[in-house]
C-alpha cells in the first residue's frame, strides 16, 4: 500500500490497497496512522457490498449507529449500522438521507455528547462531476486563527443544534426554535484538544441555529460568523470529485465537510459507516 498526500492542506490517497480483503494488522495500524496524519483518506476504484464495507470500517474502532432515521426505519434493515445517503426514490420512499441539495459545512453528529470520531462513505452510484465533497482541516483553521478571536474562544462552549440535519430538515420530534438561545443539543468546547497529540482544533459542528452559551444573541453571532469564515478559508480545504468505487475515510473531529447540490434527476447512492468517538475534553 502505497501513502500519496494531497498538496491540499489535508488528505491522502491510498493505492494498492483492496478494501474488500482482509488485512494484516500492520496495514490495518498504517491506515489508521494514515488518518491520524491526513485526516482523509482516499481509496479508488473499490469493490464493496455491505459486510465488507462494515468490516473494513471497524478498522477504526467500533460502529456507531447512524443518527435518528427521518423516515422512522433503518434505510437497510439487514445493517442498522449501515447510513445510505441519496437522492433516489423508490415506490414514492426515499432510499436514503439528505437528498440532491447542498450539504452545508458540519462535522457529523456533533449534537450528542460522544460523536463520533470517523466517518467512511463510499460511493455507489455518483453524476460525475458534480455533487462535489470539500473538507476543511480544523487543526490549520485554529493555528491561523486572529490572536484576539483565539483568545476569546477561550474557555467558551457551543450548543450544537440537534434539531436539523444537514440539509436543513428538522428531525423527527423537534420543533423549531424560535432564536438560537433555545437551540437543543450537546454543549461542547469551541477548541477541541486531541487527546493524542495535544494539537487543539475548531470544534464548530454546523453554522445554522449554533449558540455560544451565555453570550448575548448578538455577540454569539458575531463572533461565529467569524469563526466560520476562519474555518473554511479556502488554504483549508480539499475538495473532493466522485467516481463511482471511491471509498473516503475522514476524521470528524478534526475536519469540517460540506457538499455542493446536484441535479435531483441524477442518480446517487452512497452507503456510509461511522465511528464511535469519545466525549470532547473540556479544559
Ligand atoms: C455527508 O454530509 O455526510 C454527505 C456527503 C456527501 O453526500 O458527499
Redesign the pocket.
Known sequence: MQIIPFEAALGAEITELDAAMALAPAAKAALRDALDAHLVLLLRNQSLDDPTLQRFSEIFGELDPPGPNPYGAPFLPAFPMI?V?SNIVEGGRPVG??GAGE?VW?A?MTYIAAPPKA?I?Y?IEVPEGQ???YFANQFRAFEALDADLREATAGLTLVHDAAHN?AGMLRRGHVEPADPTETVGARHPIVRRDSRTGNRALFLGRRPHAYIDGLPLAESERMLDRLWAAATRPEHVWR?S?RAGDL?IWSNLAVL???DAFDASAR?L?H?TQIKGDQPIIE
Open positions: 447510513n445517503i438521507n439528505l450539504a458540519h457529523d466517518a462513505l460511493a455533487g462535489d465533497t444537514s473532493h466522485w473516503l465537510h460540506r457538499r446517487r452512497m456510509r
